[in-house]
Each structure stands twice: as structure tokens, then as C-alpha cells.
């Protein structure tokens, strides 16, 4: 390990809160957390984490339950659709100077943006980002750099594709920011209705190579991950522009014949049919492998934050 | 103990993957959890149960969380109706492989036939199947077997009834197929709208001696076990229809006159008033002491599949 | 510690089943589980408490939950709007008799008064009352007991008011009870529409000297504590009526100019406006702690009703 950071108490908020450096560390203590998601550990024994979650996200919140149970701490909190109807008419703020009193760290998901930052500046315990409107989702993006670094064994000098839904997805913003830490070729394959948004490719464009395109086929052959998000219906005012790009927006074994052999599929899941289901038993897929991947990875953060690793 | 098997890693989807010796090594395993479902344990210490609740089954998705606990493991999951309306869209093959990833076994219900079976199929990671469509609740027909063993001493040479509705109730086509296994003479009492299917009696007529009754009082006197469904009153086009037939099928202190002494009445639960409450504080009544079983049986079954016991 | 008292397997019903040495003990226990709450204990590791929540109250669901992760054991449970919904139709002693099976203690919050005693009638394992009806919530009227002992270091010869809708809040009868225990000058301020119930007052007026008024300000200067709660709109049946009250009964920094200046200030939140935010930060403000204060009371309780500490 190259140089150590103290996470004790820090608030995971937005992935622009981390240096490369940081980030680089934060990975290297996901990969020590593999044998411990096997066998369990006691690193958190005695510890709670809450997790608030103003909106569903199911996946998200199972995958920190495992981490923190993987670490021997425990659980309570609430999800919407359900229990948290009755915070409403609470502020945020009191929310949190309560639920603060109930746990170690605490772990927010909120359909409003800003939701997260507010959180941690009332809460003496950390606050996780589990995702805050539509920019941010800082613990989806490591995990896709640690699913990136596991099979190519580093992140510089590769050659990654974005594709699909880039302006409205919020896993892509995070993550396009995040690489744009380290030394890559990105390209952005969309609809133009669903491209990446200005702010953010003027964001980045300063320290990486960053290329638009509406043709996937133009990039691929070269690339060493495809990163596919889904295409939602509601997005277009005109069904038959819906209809016409969905077709170019689809991976299946016919696309991936043009692809090299060790290009990487990556989603953030649930995956529609924008994924043939064709592609699952090949060695493309890496988009389930993603979830157990999401689980060191917090466990890590978890670790961190707790001041259980300095 | 007579024989070990080895049940590391094994789905438990239907009754009818198991023999009778195997079933019995199971009750066998099931009674050594009692004590530790008195004082707790750490034999699945940093395990993860999966519970995926597709349809609500309070009681079953409870008493599997209390025997993970027991045994020093933890418990993630959803449970409809609530957050699981967020996994719609994704085919159950994908929840299964995402799911995987935050467990180390996974329990499904799930109101389709052949779902649990899908979902072993899919995981690397044990399934239990905690009743799936109208067919098949494995765990309940054996927590049912080990409370008859438990007071019996034995289930060869029992008498036993299953009353009420036949036709539909999920509990008594499992439990039907398992005491097939052993030499009862099984006597089955309903409505002639909700007789037992005939393929569920075409499966078990060569095995053990089936007959089937109208009348409880024909054959309640002999017998050891009763074990009682509720008769739902929408399974009736004609209310008239079930008015007249719904008092025949009610347990009451006048009507245990009849039985033996030593005769155990069991029933799945929530009763409504297919049992009297007056019969609550007899000797009769083992129906609430099926839950306390209900929990040793998944202990042991739990500790099997993840190859804490061999 | 002057006395100690063996409350295993009891019942916490109500206030009213304490005496106030009873109490005293409680609170000498739990401030002995002020720094088990910071670090976590293996006391009662293994055990599982199980929670049901007939209706919502989220803050007191996380509260007892996380009072027994941080003393080792486990939590089961269901929380109204949700699964519970399942076992309607299922009478609520029987629902105690089933779930007794999978759990070590009960913890019930109901709608309708008496049901706590009723669960406490047919379960075997320990209840505890989380609320039922608008009558008692006893944990809640301990954690203030607790929380003015903390601060004044004694709660004999304290002047008390108790504020806001003192009819139908549900924490200030149990308080008000478990303050006539002790000798304290108890303040009874509200509007007309919603003053203290009668057979409240008939309760504890031969023990402690109670006054009622409408204007806060005839006993705040000589206050020690002030105990804020809400005042409902929905309590009146004229809205201008309510317009014309509400401003009388908020507490900002101009009315505490007029209080001592260790005055305390506690409410049971969620608050609403009649607290002003500008208070928070002030050293009156202990209504956030005061939730602090309730995971250690909660787990003195469940040590004390599982007998881990005699």
C-alpha cells in the first residue's frame, strides 16, 4: 500500500470530495475486504449503521446491509415506499439529529439533490451517499473503477464507452467524473436527446480525451469496457423516435463479435433488454459480478469512515 | 444417529427431493437445535441470509430470521407489500444473480409455481423454497413431521387427518407427499368442493393407505393426529353452500369427546374459527407449539445447506 | 446502587406498575449502560426481541432496535403501513402466542388501549408497551425522567410545566403519572380545548402540587424544566380558534429570555414549529438528546425483563 488516508468520521457525499489518491487507497482496502465478505469479520461489532432511504433502491440498500453485516455491525433504518411516510412533515435536519442518536454512521438515499450535503452537515456521525437526486452516486462509481481495476489491473490508459441514457442516468455522471481522474479515453455513445449534459463533459474535458458519438459501432472494435445503461421510453416526448433508436442501443453476441476479447460489459442493474440475455454466460459480462464487487467496496468505506482502518 | 448426509449447498425446493432416510436425518438435526434455540449460537457467525418475499408470509419470513439469528448469522431481504415493487421489471433470473451477491443462501417465496425452482437453477448459492404457487412449502411439512414426532415418539403406524380445505391449501399437499414416505394411514376430510386433487392421491395411493371422508366423526375417534386448513369462504360460488357446510368443519371441546386422549390437533395458522378457542388450553392443542418447531427445523436446515453440520 | 430489584420475565405495561424505587433502579441501570451504548456488549447476545408495530412510530422502532444490537441480540419484527396487514384477521392473542415462539421479548405499539396488557396476559416471554391507545407509552415517560435527572442531577424540588396539547398527547399522561411520583411542583399549561384530562389530575394531585394555566409566561421564569408538545390543528374544530392560540404556545429565544438560564427544554418531537429552529442551538435544547437518552433506558429495560442483569 502506498500511502495511507484517515476516513475516520469523513462524510462520503459527492466523488469531487476525493482525490485520485484517495480514491486509489479506497480501492486497494475494497480489494483486503474480499477474504472478510467470504468468512465475516468483527471489525464493526457493536456498530449500527441507519440507513435512510427517502426512495427505493433496493439493491443499494441490501448491499450496505451485507457489507455492514459482513463486518459484524448491524442494521435499522427505513425505505420508502413504507415506514418513512410518517418522517414527513420532520425537516431533514431533525431527522438526522434523531436518527444520529440511534446509530454510527448513517447512510442517506433522497429523491433531492443537495440531500446528502445538508445530512452531513447536521450529523455529528458520517453520512454515505446512497445517491441525492440526479448528480450524485459516489459508492456506484467506485465500484465501477474497483470492477474496472479487478480484470484490466489498472485504469489508466484504457479506452472506455458510456452508453445509453448519459444526461438523466445518475450512476454515469459519477462515474465519468471519477475517470476522468485517471489517464482515459472516454466515449459517450447516446441518442442525442440523451446526451451527456454540457456541464459535465466541461467538467472534465480538460484532463481527459473525452469523444460524442451516436454510433456505437465507430468505437467499440478498440474499447476495454462498455459501460451500458438503460434507454427508458419516458424519456421521449415521440414514441416512434423511441422506436427508431432503441435498436442501435441493444448489446447482443452479433454486436459483440466486432468487440476485442477481453472488453468488459459493465450496468448498474436492473437491466431491461438493453443487455441480451444471450450475453450473461460470456466472459463480456461482468454486470452481476458488479454487485458482489459493490459489496467490499462498502464494506471498505464503512471500515473507513468508522475509523476501524486508518 | 443412524447416517449423515451431506446437505452442503443443496436447494431445498420440493418435499419430493428427499427420502425418507433423509428427511429423518433432518428431524433428527432439528431436535439438536433446541437447545440452541434457547440460548443462541455462533455456528453461521458472518453468514448472510437472503429472504425474498414476492407475496406476504409474515410468520414464515419471521421464523426464518429468528433461526438465522439463533444460529449467530444475519438477515437482509424485502418482503411484499413494500419495497420488492422496485425488483418489477427485472426478470427473476437477474434478482437471483444480483441477489447472490449480498448472500450466502436465499429464501423464496414467491406466488408462481416453478419460481423456486427457477431460482435454484440461477444461483450459486443455496434456495430454500418457502412456498412457491399453490403446490409446494417444503419447510412446512417438515416443522409439521417433527411436531408429530416430537409428541408420537414415532409417525410409522399413526392415524392421521388432514381436514378442511384439501383443494387449495398449500401446506396439506407437501405435508400429504411427506407422510407418504412413512406407513400412516391418511385420512383426508373435506367439502366435496375442496377435495384433495386427484394427482396429489394418484401420487400416494401405492405408498400408503388414502381415504377420503365427508364426515369427521367417521374416523376421528381412531385417530392420532388432526390437522386442521381453514375453509375459505371465496372458494364457494354459493355462500348458502358454505353456510351449511363451514360448521361441520369446527373443531370445539364437544367435538374432541370423541377423540382420543392423547390425540394432537395441529393446524398451519392464522386460524379464524375452524378451531374453537376454548380448545387453546387442552392437551389437543399443539398448533401454536408448531411455530417453536417451525424455527428448530429451519435451524437445522439453514446449518445443513450451509455445511455447518455434516 | 441503593437496592436491587429483579425484573426478569416482567411485564412493562405502565408507569402506574412502578414504584418509585423501581424507577430509580431503572434509571441507576441506565446509566450504567451509557458506555455499552458507545461500544456495544455481548449481553444479550443470541436473544431476539421481536417488534410490532400496529402503527407507525418509527423513532421508537429504531430506538429498541437499536438498543438491542448494541447489548448483541436481534430484532424480528413488522411496522405498520406494511406487512402487517396480513395479520388482520388474526386476533391479537394469538398473534402473541405464535410470535412468543420466535422471540425472546415483545415489543408492542397498538392502537387500541389495553392491548399491551392483553399481549401481556398470553405471552409467556416478556411485553413491553411502546404505546397503546392515547393512554400510556411508559419507555417514553422514562427516558424524560431520565434525561432531567441527567441534567439537574435530581428530579425532587424541580419545578415542572408540561406544555401544548396535554388531552390527547400521549407521553404526558404517563409522564405526568410517573412525576407524582417524585416531589416536584408540576405546571399544566395549554389552551382551554386541551387541557389535562381530569382523571389525570384526580391521580396525582394528593401527591404533588399541580396548577393549570393558559399563559406560559405566569410560571416560566421559575421553571426548571419545560416539556413542549404539539398542538394538532386537526384538535380544533374551528380553524380561527386554532390561529388564534398556536402563537401563544411557540418557544423562541425571545420567550426564554424570561427562563432561567439552566431551564431545560424537552419535547418528544417530531416537532413541528412550536419549537423555533434558532432554539436548537442553545444550551436549553435537550430534545435531541433526549432520543439519545431512550436507547439507554430501552436497553436498561430489555436487560433488565431478560434477566441479564439482576
Given at each position: 500500500m502506498k500511502r495511507r488516508y484517515d476516513f475516520?468520521?469523513?462524510?462520503i ?5 476525493f482525490t485520485r489518491e484517495e480514491i486509489d487507497y479506497i480501492l486497494e482496502v475494497s480489494h483486503s475486504m474480499e477474504p472478510l465478505a ?5 471489525m ?95 459508492t456506484?462509481?467506485l465500484l465501477d473503477l474497483y470492477t474496472i481495476l479487478k480484470h484490466k489491473g489498472r485504469i489508466d ?21 471519477a475517470?476522468?481522474l485517471y ?110 464487487n459493490?459489496v467490499v467496496v462498502r464494506m471498505a468505506l464503512l471500515a473507513l469512515v468508522?475509523?476501524a482502518i486508518k
Amino acid at each position: 500500500m502506498k500511502r495511507r488516508y484517515d476516513f475516520t468520521n469523513r462524510d462520503i457525499v459527492s466523488i469531487r470530495g476525493f482525490t485520485r489518491e484517495e480514491i486509489d487507497y479506497i480501492l486497494e482496502v475494497s480489494h483486503s475486504m474480499e477474504p472478510l465478505a467470504e468468512r465475516g469479520s468483527d471489525m464493526l461489532r457493536g456498530k449500527v449503521l441507519a440507513e435512510l432511504f427517502f426512495e427505493p433502491s433496493t439493491r443499494t440498500m441490501l448491499s450496505f446491509q451485507t457489507a455492514m453485516y459482513k463486518l459484524g455491525g448491524n442494521v435499522i433504518g427505513f425505505a420508502e415506499p413504507g415506514v418513512s411516510s410518517v418522517w414527513k412533515g420532520e425537516s431533514l435536519a431533525d431527522t438526522v439529529r434523531v436518527v444520529e442518536n440511534y446509530s454510527d454512521v448513517i447512510v442517506l438515499r433522497h429523491p433531492l439533490e443537495g440531500a446528502a450535503r445538508l445530512a452531513a452537515e447536521y450529523a455529528k456521525v458520517p453520512v454515505i451517499n446512497a445517491g441525492s437526486g440526479a448528480e450524485e452516486h459516489p459508492t456506484q462509481a467506485l465500484l465501477d473503477l474497483y470492477t474496472i481495476l479487478k480484470h484490466k489491473g489498472r485504469i489508466d490508459g484504457l479506452s472506455i464507452i458510456l452508453m445509453g441514457d448519459l444526461r438523466y442516468g445518475r450512476t454515469v455522471h459519477s462515474l465519468a467524473y471519477a475517470l476522468s481522474l485517471y489517464d482515459v479515453d472516454l466515449h459517450l455513445v447516446s441518442p442525442d436527446l440523451l446526451k451527456m449534459r454540457r456541464e459535465v463533459i466541461e467538467d472534465i474535458k480538460d484532463r481527459i480525451k473525452v469523444t460524442e458519438h451516436t454510433d456505437l459501432m465507430e468505437i467499440l472494435p478498440d474499447a476495454d469496457v462498455l459501460y451500458v445503461t438503460r434507454i427508458q421510453k419516458e424519456r421521449f416526448p415521440d414514441l416512434g423516435e423511441y422506436e427508431k433508436v432503441r435498436g442501435s442501443y441493444v448489446i447482443d453476441l452479433n454486436v459483440l463479435k466486432k468487440a476485442k476479447d477481453d472488453l468488459i460489459v459493465l450496468h448498474p442493474l436492473p437491466r431491461v433488454d438493453e443487455i441480451a440475455v444471450e450475453v450473461d454466460s460470456t466472459s463480456f459480462a461482468k454486470y452481476f459480478e458488479q454487485t458482489k464487487n459493490g459489496v467490499v467496496v462498502r464494506m471498505a468505506l464503512l471500515a473507513l469512515v468508522l475509523g476501524a482502518i486508518k
